[in-house]
T-cell receptor, first 108, second 116 residues
């Protein structure tokens, strides 16, 4: 069965400092991995997906199949990055298994 | 472009009752998925509807059922409510099978169900 683990429920980082949100997964097939974000008073929305290999709002995430990880990184945190972040594993036709989420707070 | 809309936004039921939640998909989207999000947890996949048929189901009992209509809107029905059914129910749509499909889900704001 597929599973996504986000070990940190809460993460506080100073503005301008690097950010890393951890995500590990277990899945026997070929994984599709996503990061979704929920800003205050907004709906859950896609931040980025591994297949695109793109940087969104300065965030990147690299799929490491050997370590079964998909950590989200940003070199310099900004106050507007404060939000709830969910790592998600796709198991076919947009069915997703989500982690429990990490609440990121950027300290001014 | 109209986003995903859900109704009602909040509702309170008592144990044993039945509830129906509704979702209108984003314009042009043919697939609707339902997720349950308990407090402090991530969304958990309930089931997906595509072309008015169930297209995959998570680990939820049969008292969770759904429908999709020709206009792609959807309903989630839960019978014999239990206290543990208290959660935020999220609907998400996507344009599966179409060229604009990117694997992204577009979420509604959710229906918060409280079971007393």
């Amino acid at each position: 069965a597929q599973r996504v683990t986000q070990p940190e429920k809460l993460l506080s980082v100073f503005k301008g400092a690097p950010v890393e949100l951890k995500c590990n997964y277990s899945y026997s097939g070929s994984p599709e991995l996503f990061w979704y974000v929920q800003y205050s008073r907004q709906r859950l929305q896609l931040l980025l997906r591994h297949i695109s290999r793109e940087s969104i709002k300065g965030f990147t995430a690299d799929l490491n199949k050997g370590e079964t990880s998909f950590h989200l990184k940003k070199p310099f945190a900004q106050e507007e990055d404060s939000a709830m972040y969910y790592c998600a594993l796709g198991f076919g036709n947009e069915k997703l298994t989500f982690g429990t989420g990490t609440r990121l707070t950027i300290i001014p | 472009e109209t986003g995903v809309t859900q109704s009602p936004t909040h509702l309170i039921k008592t144990r044993g009752q039945q509830v129906t939640l509704r979702c209108s998909s984003q314009s042009g989207h043919n697939t609707v998925s339902w997720y349950q999000q308990a407090l402090g947890q991530g969304p958990q996949f309930i089931f997906q509807y595509y072309r008015e048929e169930e297209n995959g189901r998570g680990n939820f009992p049969p008292r969770f059922s759904g429908l999709q209509f020709p206009n792609y809107s959807s309903e989630l029905n839960v019978n014999a409510l239990e206290l543990d059914d208290s959660a935020l129910y999220l609907c998400a749509s996507s344009p599966m099978g179409r060229t604009e499909n990117t694997g992204e889900l577009f979420f509604g704001e959710g229906s918060r169900l409280t079971v007393l």
